[in-house]
């Protein structure tokens, strides 16, 4: 069963770091272009990062550009969204999301592009 489990976030103060991994368990992400999505209360899901398999290509929203970096550890079959000086607005529900592709630098953040999806973690950005 092809399942992507995030883990990392948690509650930090505004200028703080975490490091959000997705871990795929089931299938192997060598072939999949990964995507961080994000939904704070009462907005839309935004796309925030997004890598090709290769982890050669990636595209970050301008809101994070800068502060949030995405990377790939394909040996261990996870990728990270590493974010840095975090504000109350980056507040949200993370999830990560997998798109199986032959192209090794697709990359999208296109939320309805991605058809395996995790159970999402909280970040609270709060002082």
């Known amino acids: 069963q092809l399942q992507l489990v995030e883990s990392g976030g948690g509650l930090v103060q505004p200028g703080g770091s975490l490091r959000l991994s997705c871990a795929a368990s089931g299938f192997t992400l060598n072939y999949y272009t990964i995507g961080w999505f994000r939904q704070a209360p009462g907005k839309e899901r935004e796309g925030v990062s997004c890598i090709s398999s290769s982890g050669g290509s990636t595209n970050s929203a301008d809101s994070v550009k800068g502060r949030f970096a995405i990377s790939r550890d394909n040996a261990k079959n996870t990728v990270y969204l590493q974010m840095n000086s975090l504000k109350p607005e980056d507040t949200a529900v993370y999830y990560c999301?997998?798109?199986?592709?032959?192209?090794?630098?697709?990359?999208?953040?296109?939320?309805?592009?991605?058809?395996?999806w995790g159970q999402g973690t909280q970040v609270t950005v709060s002082s």
């Open positions: 999301a997998a798109i199986r592709t032959y192209y090794s630098s697709y990359c999208t953040r296109t939320a309805s592009s991605y058809g395996y």
